[in-house]
């Protein structure tokens, strides 16, 4: 007798899902979450959430890109989520709500260097000063803002490549003013008005597509509520 050998039965084979990649501005991490929960809830596409400064991450055609404006786009490729205030954050322990626009001004260019220069009752002590990279679009809004620029900034200030750990150093330092947004504020920094300036600190939070996409336009439309 022979033994009678079936032929083997070919397995169904899936077709992978696109892909979608998200580039996230590293000031709008706080979003992750949301951005997490409105990617289960449209499984038809595989999203992939990357830092906008990874240098893994690519401007494919499928790419959305998140990021804090400095002015509302008006392309039909752009599109409002949100909008944020930058604020000027200093230590809870320093007996200072406000400061003028000239004294902000001089403190991070670097012509006022000593907290008492501003009052008498402040510490006779040198005032720290944190800010970002240039590369990140905090800073170009507070250019925008405050009315200084990256030529102007003091060459003693502190870089803080991400807002979390500005946010600690300003925690961490009764002498240290730095710059924040509302979604990264907490008790362990204290906001303060800066008075005199009439330009808006509030700025958009955008997406940029590269690609018309039904699930995508549906991604953003859950993310908007999401965090608005």
Not at 131 to 150: A, C, D, K, Q, T
Not at 155 to 173: C, K, V, Y
Request: aromatic letters at 8%; glycine letters at 4%.
């Amino acid at each position: 007798m022979t033994a009678c050998s079936a032929n083997p039965i070919p397995l169904p084979t899936s077709t992978p899902l696109p892909s979608v990649q998200v580039r996230l501005d590293p000031l709008l991490e706080w979003s992750k979450s949301a951005m997490q929960m409105c990617s289960r809830q449209i499984p038809e596409r595989n999203w992939v959430i990357v830092p906008a400064d990874d240098p893994l991450s690519t401007t494919g055609e499928s790419t959305v890109h998140i990021y804090w404006g400095s002015e509302t786009n008006g392309s039909q490729n752009t599109f409002l989520l949100t909008s944020e205030h930058l604020v000027i954050v200093v230590n809870p322990t320093l007996p200072v709500t406000s400061l003028s626009l000239a004294e902000l001004q001089d403190i991070f260019s670097g012509k006022i260097n000593r907290w008492d220069e501003i009052a008498e009752d402040l510490p006779a002590a040198e005032i720290e000063v944190w800010y970002y990279p240039p590369n990140l679009s905090i800073m170009e809004n507070f250019f925008r803002w405050s009315g200084l620029s990256s030529e102007n900034l003091s060459p003693l200030g502190l870089f803080a490549p991400h807002p979390l750990e500005l946010r600690n150093a300003i925690a961490e330092n009764p002498l240290a003013i730095g710059i924040l947004t509302t979604r990264w504020m907490d008790d362990t920094v204290e906001g303060i008005t800066i008075e005199g300036n009439q330009n808006t600190s509030e700025f958009p939070v955008l997406a940029a597509v590269t690609t018309s996409d039904a699930f995508l336009q549906e991604w953003l439309f859950c993310l908007q509520n999401q965090i608005r």
